[in-house]
């Protein structure tokens, strides 16, 4: 995505200007025949979930890393409550608490929160223009005793029927959220909402067969509230049908429809397209590569380690930091949860302070040292002072950096590397060179193991950040992000 979009409007005025400035452009050999402006900013969603009878861990990860996967989306989550019916969600408190929202999706189970006036503080902000989506227990909540939550989403349902897989058709395949959507699809496993009623600002998208009520329930639908468009479906009881492509797909059309970000044919506006959040998602893999995200960017799933003192997310960082009073003894690490062997790394490293260099383990395994369960022995690519590879607890330096790596390397600036770990051979890319080749004369050290993000022992305040972290198993053996 480039940081600007071309517009061919032009007043007729300025397209005077235009023309008597490209004439004298064309004598000087050049011509400005666009009028740039800046691509329009993400759209801001807030996520509000949490409550009984759902994994709401996994489902709000699915939810936000699937929509940003289709549309230009940024995300603040909110889960509260834990596995309770009655809760009141904390930011609901503040009287403007959807300010700076663009839209609210409402994945909550809060039936038994029967307080009107509560209520009333969350639809005010809807009913004055903030967009909203609305999925599966959504529509069991704040039964107050009146319809006004009822009317935000659009139908009524009081409960719902046997958990099965049940056919969804298309009942509007002309609606531009459902013009991506297949005649019929087969859910994988659900739980059919039994509707009682279909306000009438609604209308009915997508219906599932119910044999116990006989009837066609509605399950995908639009609806008015206010001044706020309103997407809503009752599918997503089970992650397992959330994650599926034709979900993730209809969820996100329906986000931005009710944005007004969603154009005639289905497909985002223009500057709504899905965004690579950062150089390394940018890079284009050998084809039959299959890309897996380390970092989902908010938090420190499926990593471990030192998490209570020096690990932390911050920015859609992984941040390793220390001050000089519990400054590590030991090289502490950052590892994944899976071993690895043969893949492919790409990612962004920055020293941000400190002089002692960083690095990335691998093909080795968690060693306690200094107390720290949580220290490496293995190989080590280091970055960005001492740029080489180490033998951690075994043989130290195995290969000292030829002085291309230092050339191509930044010191306390977003280093852009990759890592080709392939047999017994490790490459290194720095910041589109290729800086160290080196095969290991001992291949049976070079086992499967976590990958580790090295904070280095010391005695003075040091941080370190990574981002990115792209990998691939079982490689094409070529780098791909060294240039000429």
């Given amino acids: 995505m480039n940081a600007t979009r071309c517009r061919g409007r032009l007043s007729s005025c300025a397209s005077r200007a235009f023309l008597l400035g490209a004439a004298l452009a064309l004598s000087c050999g050049s011509l400005a025949a666009e009028v740039l402006e800046p691509e329009p900013r993400p759209l801001r969603a807030l996520l509000i979930t949490g409550g009984c009878c759902h994994d709401y861990n996994r489902q709000k990860a699915i939810l936000t890393e699937g929509i940003s996967a289709r549309a230009a989306v940024e995300w603040v989550v909110v889960q509260e409550g834990g596995s309770s019916t009655s809760h009141r969600v904390s930011v609901y408190k503040k009287p403007d608490w959807a300010k700076g929202f663009d839209v609210v999706v409402h994945n909550e189970c809060f039936s038994d929160e029967k307080d009107p006036e509560w209520l009333q503080g969350i639809v005010r902000e809807h009913a004055a223009g903030v967009p909203a989506v609305v999925i599966h227990c959504a529509m069991h909540c704040y039964r107050t005793g009146t319809d006004e ?33 297949p005649a019929s699809w087969q859910t994988p496993k659900e739980e059919l909402y039994n509707i009682a009623k279909v306000w009438p600002e609604a209308t009915t998208l997508g219906t599932g067969y119910s044999p116990e009520t006989k009837a066609d329930e509605t399950c995908i639908w639009v609806n008015a509230y206010g001044k706020a468009r309103v997407f809503g479906t009752t599918v997503g009881h089970y992650w397992e049908t959330m994650e599926q492509p034709v979900y993730l797909d209809c969820v996100a059309r329906g986000l931005l429809w009710a944005c007004g970000k969603l154009d005639e044919s289905g497909e985002p506006e223009p500057g709504y397209e899905p965004r690579p959040r950062d150089w390394s998602e940018r890079q284009k893999l050998p084809e039959g590569e299959k890309p897996v995200r380390l970092f989902n960017g908010r938090d420190l799933d499926g990593w471990e380690g030192q998490t209570d003192r020096h690990w932390s997310v911050c920015g859609g960082e992984i941040v390793g930091r220390n001050d000089g009073e519990n400054a590590p003894k030991a090289s502490t690490y950052l590892t994944t949860r899976k071993p690895y062997r043969s893949f492919r790394l790409i990612f962004e490293g920055k020293l941000a302070t400190s002089e002692m260099h960083s690095g990335v383990a691998l093909w080795g395994q968690k060693v306690e040292k200094e107390g720290d369960p949580h220290s490496y022995l293995g190989h080590l690519v280091m970055f960005p002072s001492d740029w080489g590879f180490w033998d951690l607890y075994r043989r130290n330096g195995i290969y000292r950096d030829d002085g291309r790596a230092k050339a191509a390397g930044r010191q306390h600036d977003w280093n852009q590397m990759e890592i080709l770990a392939i047999g017994d051979r490790i490459r290194l890319a720095v910041n589109g060179k290729l800086v160290a080749d080196w095969r290991d004369p001992r291949p049976e050290l070079c086992q499967p193991g976590p990958i580790g993000l090295q904070l280095h022992s010391n005695t003075v305040p040091q941080e370190v950040r990574f981002r990115g972290l792209i990998l691939s198993e079982d490689p094409k053996d070529a780098m791909v992000t060294v240039k000429g």
């Fill in 149 to 181: 939550w009822f009317k935000l989403v659009g139908v009524t349902s009081h409960r719902h029927g046997s958990h099965f897989a049940y056919e969804l058709k298309n009942r509007k395949p002309d609606h531009p959220i459902m013009k991506g959507f």
